[in-house]
């Protein structure tokens, strides 16, 4: 009996090597391994396809003659083979450091793309950071690199994105590029996205050059929405001044009081994230203008207040 | 039926081990072994295998040779396999995340090996501008890197979101790591008498204090167990959730989380200081409500009464 991962190297081989594709009773033929009964090496030869396309290896079912019905399998070699890094030693250990400094949680284990690699180099290093991982991220980052134009379902709508680039940022992914809907560049949280990321044909667009996707995002959370630009005005006692002024930058400071307290402004267009920033100093802080956002921030705390009465 | 792991995750290491050993020709077994993180007979395994294989009609020249003479390894006759399988999409999503991630790091060589690496596999991966990780370079965090390292005592200012409040400890620091967008500092608290888990981005000072301490015997799950997992102690709230609030499930550790039909969420959360549940609801807002336990129940609507009455005035 032949053992199952010697009949898989084999048939790895085979498809790699093969110019045509090779039908399903080709490749039972000349692979060893595969029983003589129809029903049995249709099912084997099944479990063997996913489990070569279960560890990423291109297994492709095409027509035979390019034409005709007839169809067979190969993997074609481009697909296939890693491009050539010529990473040096001293380069092959920096990457391990890395992937050992750094977990990407919820991600595959660094072992086997390490491997792919050329196996471990140098010394591990000891964990210093964790970045989340999000179920749309791969695809989206494949998107990326093919080119991809994107389809998704965010905040209830559905969404075509041109993925220009993707960020981390203050512990959340975003994907940020051309939203062919509103016919702008914008940014999405990437955890935010419901559901499945459908990718179109590669080569669809072309990234704008030296493009760096932080400076798209822009650097506050109150900037990330799509409402009109309104300045808001809030007072922040001088207990959390220091800290809100390094958040925010000393040019947002519009007036400091004798008290030690500051009143900054911020040109915000997502009053939801711009409400969390001011409720997360409790006490500390009071929209002051402009009287409309001063009467929503009112409104929304009056709603909390009475809810749970 | 479902195909075994094993023989999917053995194929791996031996689409990824024959390149390397094609390639270096004569290399040590115990060198392969060691590079590759298997057991010298799980190599020794995967090496009987591959004289079994290579391509139709597998006669002697068709298949792959292995040749080991003083524990040093030849292959020959596999150019098939002389490059090893592509990288998934998770694969290099996750080494050049991590690899940008320890470039953002405060104090890293911009131009070291780490650099040029990332350089050639993001040129490989068509990923050359698109990947960036932003890890953050809070004020303080290179003196208490340094402090950590030389075991030396500091004394730092503090600012405690959950009590809302600013105090001065000495601390030892154990390590000093990014988790959760955010860079913390554990540490044996001299006044607490206890560790301690600091937000680097709120100690507002760091004095040193000129003494130094004993490290305790590292300890690798340390910061694992710190960052994800709450004190025993802890009070326990329990929420009910709008599909809206989502988020929440997904950036706290919740002890039980179970989404219903209509996408509502009822999830339990330890509340390790009455400040934080506030912020929660008060950002929640209706999205949002306390099941249990009854004396929480009104958190979020007495912290909304106390902050309205900055507005009445």
Partial sequence: VTDRLERLTNLVATLLDTRRSLTLEEIVEVVPGYPDDKVSYRRQFERDKETLR????????????????????????????????????????????????????????????????????????????????????????????????????????????????????????????HDHDRGERRSFRVDRIDGDVDAGPPGAFEPPARLEPGAVLGDEPWRYGEEDVVVARVLVDASRAAAVIEQVGEPAVGERRADGSVVIELPITNTAAFRSFVLDLLDAAEVVGPPELRAEMVAWLDRIARGAA | ?????????????????????????????????????????????????????????????????????????????????????????????????????????????????????????????????????????????????????????????????????????????????HAFGHWYAAAYCRQAEDERLFRVDRIRRVRPTGDHFDPPARDEAHFGDTVYHPRSDDPRVTLELDPEATWVVESYPSEEAEERRDGSWRVVLAVSERAWLERLLLDLGPAARVLAPPELRSVGAEAANRLMARYRQ
Avoid: N
């Fill in chain 1, 54 to 177: 279960g560890i990423g290896i291109p297994v492709r079912l095409e027509s035979l003659d390019g034409l005709g019905p007839e169809q067979g399998y190969r993997i074609p070699p481009e697909e296939y083979y890693l491009p050539s890094l010529d990473l040096t030693p001293d380069e092959q250990a920096a990457l391990h450091v890395a992937v050992t400094a750094v977990r990407l949680e919820g991600g595959p284990a660094p072992t086997e793309a390490l491997w792919k690699l050329g196996g471990r180099e140098g010394e591990a290093a000891h964990a210093l950071a964790a970045l989340p991982t999000v179920p749309a991220l791969p695809a989206l980052f494949d998107a990326y690199r093919t080119r991809s134009t994107v389809t998704f379902s965010y905040r209830g709508a559905a969404r075509h994105v041109d993925p220009w680039g993707i960020l981390f940022r203050r512990g959340h992914w975003y994907v940020v590029g």
């Fill in chain 2, 1 to 177: 039926v479902s195909p075994r792991p094993l023989a999917g995750s053995r194929l791996r290491r031996v689409l990824a081990l024959v390149p390397w050993i094609a390639e270096h020709p004569g290399a040590a077994l115990a060198d392969i072994a060691d590079r590759f993180g298997v057991s010298a007979v799980e190599l020794e395994h995967d090496l009987e295998l591959l004289p079994l294989c290579g391509l139709p009609p597998y006669t002697p020249d068709r298949l792959i040779e292995v040749e080991i003479v003083d524990g040093h390894v030849w292959i020959r006759f596999a150019e098939y396999f002389d490059r090893p399988l592509r990288l998934s999409s998770e694969e290099g999503l996750a080494l050049l995340a991590a690899g940008r991630a320890l470039l953002a790091v405060p104090g890293s060589d911009d131009h070291g090996a780490l650099a040029t690496a990332l350089e050639k596999l993001a040129g490989a991966l068509g990923a050359t501008e698109g990947l960036a990780v932003e890890v953050g370079e809070p004020v303080h965090l290179d003196a208490l890197r340094q402090a950590a390292d030389a075991h030396e005592r500091v004394e730092i200012d503090y600012y405690s979101f959950g009590r809302d409040a600013t105090t001065t400890r000495e601390i030892d620091l154990r390590s000093v790591f």
